[in-house]
């Protein structure tokens, strides 16, 4: 049978080793964030740790099993509704209402997972997709709980009745933290399953259901449990965006979100944890990054479409595959120096566009990180969009750059200088980094595009410079980090 190349059978590592990262992430969110961040931004944050529950489930589901769920934010609207109702109607403590509306989303996460047991790929996903449709058609029926008399807790005409977050957590800054703790909590949860004998049991069962019945596995059972275990996270989420608003809007639960969530976990990532989170960004901070420059955050869905595209084009690992993969071969002293890098030269460019009034310390830094980012993450974008015209465009551009390259590298070599062997490759790269980045800047942030391309082309400049000027002195330190925290898979040539 053929080797699945996109996913290991097994997470390295033990469980409670691959939960440190989790937590010291989300540790420094919570130690700084609300230090840096606006009302505006506490909120939307806070908002953007609720989906990233969601999106995991469909991470779980997609990157373990293979099946595609587009129900899971119904199955949180299922919670929040549950969470609402309690706390209306019997005044229970919060957590206890969060955590029996996420115990109501599991049940009916399993029932919506029996299905599944005989199907699979398409039909799957558009069964799930009808259970999400009939949730948007339920809820927009009855509404959310608010304070209302009978079984639905409905106000039909009067004022809604918010209700209270825990006592821990009254302030803006107090539930970012507390939602960021139940985020590590569901987070780690996940990442135990995946690494323990349900994981394995997933693992085999999405290579093969007749290979895992032939090994004893259940597939009824870790199926079931996966899908219940997914609603239960997905229900969690729901209580806790209750939680933040005090109510929940039947506006809030289309079946559109439940496709996007699917799509944007795809372009995150949904084999590691990291994917969700870039989902949950996506879901939330880009459009509330929109809205707050006074554009209409509707269009990120047009970011949204072309980020998809890249990502199924570069295969199904999404960003925080791409990372995960970059980070494993690359030194530690690599990392260290990089970052101390990317800073400096952010810094520094952020202060000199104030100075001069071509933009905002802001803007420039975040425009300098984003080029950067673009310089390591994707070194061959315009390559690869070569591709759409065809292999043989694609292979024909190819040689004539590297057939242009070699003479240039050459005469480089015989004046003694250590010259990149694609080096036309990499500055058409730069160009068409520049273009494309400043062009975002100017079109959406309504920076100057002059302004914007010169911080792009100055900060990959920059960074190149740094190094060479700094190149004889951080060898030595290198090898100090190298050797203290060595790698095992990094090229150290």
Not at 108 to 116: E, S
Request: proline share 4%.
């Amino acid at each position: 049978m053929a080797r699945d190349r996109d996913k290991p059978d097994t997470p390295p590592g033990t469980p409670l080793q691959r939960m440190f990262p989790i937590w010291i992430v989300l540790a420094i969110a919570i130690v700084i964030g609300p230090a840096l961040l606006s009302a505006y931004w506490l909120n939307s944050f806070t908002t953007m740790a609720c989906l990233t529950i969601v999106a995991s489930t469909v991470a779980l589901l997609y990157g373990q099993l293979g099946m595609v769920s587009l129900a899971q934010f119904a199955l949180c609207g299922v919670g929040g509704w549950v969470c609402l109702r309690l706390v209306h109607g019997f005044a229970l403590p919060f957590e206890v209402c969060v955590l029996v509306g996420a115990a109501a989303a599991g049940l009916v996460g399993l029932f919506v997972g029996l299905p599944a047991l005989r199907m699979r790929g398409l039909y799957l996903a558009l069964l799930t997709l009808m259970v999400a449709a009939a949730f948007q058609v339920v809820v927009n029926v009855i509404g959310f709980p608010d304070g209302g008399d009978g079984f639905t807790g409905k106000v039909i005409a009067g004022q809604r009745k918010l209700i209270d977050r825990p006592w821990l957590a009254t302030s803006d800054a107090a539930y970012f933290r507390y939602t960021m703790v139940w985020l590590a909590g569901a987070l780690s949860l996940i990442e135990w399953q995946r690494a323990t004998m349900p994981g394995r049991a997933w693992a085999l069962i999405r290579k093969s259901e007749a290979a895992a019945l032939a090994a004893g596995v259940s597939v009824v059972r870790y199926k079931a449990w996966a899908f219940a275990f997914g609603g239960v996270l997905a229900g969690l989420a729901g209580g806790l965006l209750a939680g933040l608003n005090g109510q929940l809007d039947d506006t809030g639960f289309p079946t559109s979100q439940s496709i996007l969530a699917f799509a944007l976990t795809v372009v995150g990532g949904g084999y590691h944890w990291l994917g969700a989170v870039f989902a949950g960004l996506l879901m939330r901070a880009l459009p509330a990054l929109l809205n707050d420059h006074g554009v209409d955050g509707n269009l990120a869905n047009a970011f949204y479409g072309f980020a998809l595209l890249v990502s199924l084009i570069q295969g199904r690992k999404g960003i925080a595959g791409q990372l995960a993969d970059f980070y494993k071969f690359v030194r530690v002293s690599r990392i260290v120096e990089g970052t101390l890098t990317w800073g400096l030269v952010a810094v520094v460019l952020g202060f000199v566009f104030r100075i001069t009034g071509w933009n905002t310390f802001g803007g420039a830094f975040f425009i300098t990180l984003v080029a950067l980012l673009f310089r390591l993450a994707v070194p061959g974008v315009c390559w690869m969009l070569l591709g759409f015209f065809g292999k043989g465009v694609q292979d024909w551009a190819e040689e004539k750059e590297a057939s242009l390259s070699l003479p240039l590298v050459t005469w480089m070599e015989a004046k003694g200088m250590v010259p990149d062997h694609r080096l036309i490759k990499h500055s058409l790269n730069w160009l068409f980094i520049g273009l494309f980045v400043a062009l975002v800047a100017w079109g959406i942030f309504d920076v100057d595009y002059v302004a914007a391309l010169v911080n792009v082309e100055l900060a990959m400049t920059s960074i190149v410079l740094l190094k060479i000027v700094l190149y004889p002195g951080v060898l030595p330190l290198r090898d100090w980090i190298d050797k203290r925290f060595p790698k095992p898979h990094a090229a150290y040539r």
